[in-house]
């Protein structure tokens, strides 16, 4: 019912667009803050450093080029890019103090291969890095998780221990931060950060 609820909005928000004659000239990206668990894992919501709860929708719509028709980028990009997008299409530079990169190349050619590992935290000390196949977890307590996405797509075999991949897990730990900011208090849920954070 949620679901359908949000795609009646969006198609209100594009007729709406029709309806005021800019529709060919309005860029339209939707995107949600993240993914949701119902049951995958045998857990619940969002609160989690797996794929089920970090995959987001993320639809990027240039109604000025329709010759492409619709076209699907199966790499991990990182939802930090879209201020780097919207900066590269309106032809606006971005602040030097504004992170990640315009996906408008990967747009116009879908071949293009992202390096950039997509980084996702939550609660301090906790991180995923998604990079290729692999999606590599690092807790607060040091706990870590492997997975390979080619051969695992739902994450059930942690890989962490096999000593054949002992390169791509090196390779992940290297993009960890070393740096955290301190958590804004005054828009802290404590309920969503119990357990699952460094104090």
């Avoid at 795609?7 to 993240?34: C, Y």
């Amino acid at each position: 019912a949620m679901i359908n609820h949000l795609d009646a909005q969006v198609g209100d928000i594009m007729n709406k667009l029709e309806e005021l004659g800019i529709a060919d000239n309005t860029i339209v990206i939707l995107w949600s803050d993240h993914g949701y668990h119902l049951g995958e894992k045998l857990t619940f919501r969002k609160f989690t450093l797996w794929e089920e709860a970090n995959r987001v929708p993320f639809i990027i719509y240039d109604p000025r080029d329709k010759s492409k028709g619709g076209q699907v980028y199966d790499k991990a990009v990182s939802l930090i890019n879209v201020y780097q997008t919207i900066s590269d299409f309106t032809g606006i530079k971005a602040p030097s103090y504004v992170d990640g990169m315009s996906l408008l190349p990967v747009l116009q050619d879908p071949s293009i291969k992202l390096d950039a590992p997509v980084i996702t935290s939550w609660g301090k000390g906790n991180y995923a890095i998604r990079k290729g196949p692999w999606r590599y977890i690092r807790y607060f307590d040091g706990e870590e998780e492997l997975y390979n996405h080619d051969t695992d797509p739902n994450e059930w075999k942690n890989l962490i221990k096999n000593k054949n991949i002992q390169e791509a897990k090196k390779e992940l730990r290297e993009h960890l931060p070393t740096n955290e900011a301190p958590t804004i208090r005054d828009y802290w849920a404590p309920w969503s950060l119990v357990g699952a954070d460094r104090k």
